[in-house]
């Protein structure tokens, strides 16, 4: 029984209202922002991204996580490794300290242009602004190793174009800029 003059009826539902996706994305964007995390990375969704806005979110993210990963070094992974060499040590398993001079490395990021980077670069290499060690380093690559497997690849090719008499072609070692100074140079 209803009071006098009450109807029965339903509440129509009107949820989610027109205001819900903006809502979603301001609670991702805060989930995110407490990891330093662009709200595009967190909800996997670019679309209203324009190109600069995306990349400058990214360098951000990409430096906040360097950070991160030094961090983690000094206060996690470096301590783990001198336990480890103590415990070595008193075992007679390893002679060497906490202290031993030693390099982390950490997965790189790519660039979105490979060749304006490769251009970048050889420019900081040639003006000695980076060092093999911080172009390797960078993506997550120990330069020596790098340098060493070059080395073995280069006697190789050596190796068998002298065994089958054969010639391989020489690599663009300058990127987008060689290929731009030859065709000025055949120009004038």
Same mark, same amino acid.
């Given at each position: 029984m209803l009071p006098e003059g009450w109807k029965l009826g339903q509440i129509q539902a009107q949820q989610p209202t027109t205001t819900y996706p903006e809502f979603k994305r301001e609670i991702i964007n805060e989930m995110a922002r407490s990891v330093l995390q662009p709200r595009n990375i967190a909800a996997g969704d670019s679309s209203d991204y324009n190109y600069a806005s995306g990349r400058m979110d990214h360098q951000t993210y990409f430096k906040a996580n360097r950070v991160e990963q030094d961090d983690g070094e000094e206060w996690v992974v470096d301590r783990i490794l001198a336990a480890w060499a103590q415990e070595a !040590?008193?075992?007679?398993?390893?002679?060497?300290? =906490? !202290?031993?001079?030693?390099?982390?490395?950490?997965? =790189?990021?790519?660039?979105?242009?490979p060749l304006k980077e490769a251009k970048a670069q050889e420019t900081r290499l040639k003006n000695n602004t980076t060092t093999l060690a911080d172009e390797h380093?960078?993506?997550g690559n120990d330069w020596q190793k790098k340098l060493r497997q070059r080395a073995v690849e280069i006697a190789e090719v050596k190796k068998l174009e002298k065994e089958f008499d054969i010639s391989f072609a020489e690599p663009v070692t300058a990127g987008?800029?060689?290929a731009a100074d030859t065709a000025e140079s055949d120009e004038e």
């Open positions: !040590r008193e075992r007679g398993l390893a002679a060497i300290s =906490g !202290r031993t001079p030693h390099t982390w490395f950490w997965d =790189g990021t790519e660039h979105v242009d380093g960078r993506q987008v800029g060689a």
